[in-house]
């Protein structure tokens, strides 16, 4: 059975506590999480050799999540991703959401302000897991109703961290959670992830432009660099000349999974492989999409676990989600929550090794 601890993590510039659950299965597995944005910290299991790998990017303590500018960890919502304009339409009745995006921060991303990751999340622990709550007050975020959300996140004996999401809402609203977590299968303080390598399991993307904004079309990966369908090296193709790699200075795009979901809804997205740590992870997901982003933004700036700076292209994040922009594009699968109804959503991610 998963042991589960709990510590202080510091307090907040309002001198509010934050907490940290530690889940540690009979392997000596050990999952961590905050209470300050439901973020996972800390993810440590045996590499090669035995040797403890932590394979998730993050902070020492609250206070470094608090300056944090890069999701890192973080349950993102009510939105995650982009929505362009911050417009969102809902029974006939548009929002104008936080704008906090793009080059002249015309677009919404993540929530807005404050996002879901920059909010103190109640918490317990209990038989299964680490059980996560937190209300989101009508209007927050620029988003319509008062909304009640539960995440559960689970280590199970064989190095499964399962992600279990579900939310209320009084009012019709939007809801597309997801976790955002930087991964490093060679550990946090390790160099670029170039050398690992990534699966998708998807035979189509939808294309983005210079803001990451899809424009409705969902083309096929054949013959592109954005055809992740055999095991590839990260970095093979991220710099290509061509113009989604371009504009997204690397990958950080929305694949359309294809993969048949099992009895309990869930699909294979991604799976990835280090073969200097022999780690390998495996994503399922009850979500439609994939955003494969590969911080291409991490500029040195941020100072993570044991003074470790975490540069450009340091960890890769596998975005389970709703597609960007699904509000303004009715083909898309939407992230809609009517009143009354229950949103439910499921990633698990595997650990295993070589």
Avoid at 90 to 97: P, W
Avoid at 168 to 175: F, N
Avoid at 277 to 290: A, H, K
Wanted: proline fraction near 4%.
């Amino acid at each position: 059975m998963t042991e589960i601890r709990k510590e202080a993590f510091g307090t907040l510039s309002d001198g509010r506590a934050v907490e940290l659950y530690t889940m540690r299965n009979a392997r000596g597995t050990e999952a961590s999480v905050t209470t300050y944005g439901a973020r996972l910290v800390r993810w440590q299991t045996a590499g090669r050799e035995g040797k403890p790998v932590d394979i998730v990017l993050g902070y020492a303590d609250a206070a470094g999540y608090e300056a944090d500018d890069t999701s890192m960890g973080g349950i993102v919502g009510r939105h995650a991703n982009r929505i362009e304009g911050g417009k969102v339409t809902i029974a006939g009745k548009t929002y104008q959401l936080d704008l906090n995006d793009g080059s002249h921060q015309q677009n919404h991303i993540h929530g807005g302000h404050p996002g879901f990751h920059n909010k103190l999340w109640q918490a317990e622990a209990t038989e299964t897991g680490v059980q996560l709550t937190l209300e989101s007050p009508d209007g927050e975020g620029g988003y319509p109703g008062t909304m009640q959300v539960t995440v559960l996140y689970a280590l199970t004996e064989d190095d499964a961290l399962s992600i279990r999401y579900e939310a209320t809402s009084d009012q019709d609203t939007i809801c597309n959670l997801t976790n955002h977590t930087y991964f490093n299968l060679d550990g946090y303080q390790a160099p670029p992830v170039l050398d690992q390598e990534i699966q998708i399991f998807a035979d189509r993307y939808t294309w983005a432009d210079s803001e990451s904004l899809p424009d409705g079309r969902i083309l096929a990966v054949d013959g592109t660099p954005m055809d992740l369908r055999q095991l590839t090296r990260i970095g093979a193709h991220i710099d290509d000349d061509f113009d989604e790699l371009q504009m997204g200075h690397g990958y950080d795009h929305n694949w359309v999974l294809s993969a048949v979901p099992d009895a309990h809804g869930l699909r294979k997205a991604a799976y990835a492989v280090s073969e200097k740590s022999g780690l390998t992870l495996t994503c399922y997901t009850t979500q439609p999409g994939l955003q494969f982003y590969t911080g291409n933004f991490l500029d040195g700036t941020h100072v993570g676990k044991e003074g470790v700076r975490f540069e450009r292209r340091t960890g890769f994040c596998l975005e389970t989600q709703f597609f960007p922009n699904a509000p303004a594009h009715p083909e898309f699968p939407q992230p809609l929550l009517k009143k009354g109804d229950i949103w439910k959503a499921q990633t698990v991610f595997v650990l295993g090794r070589k």
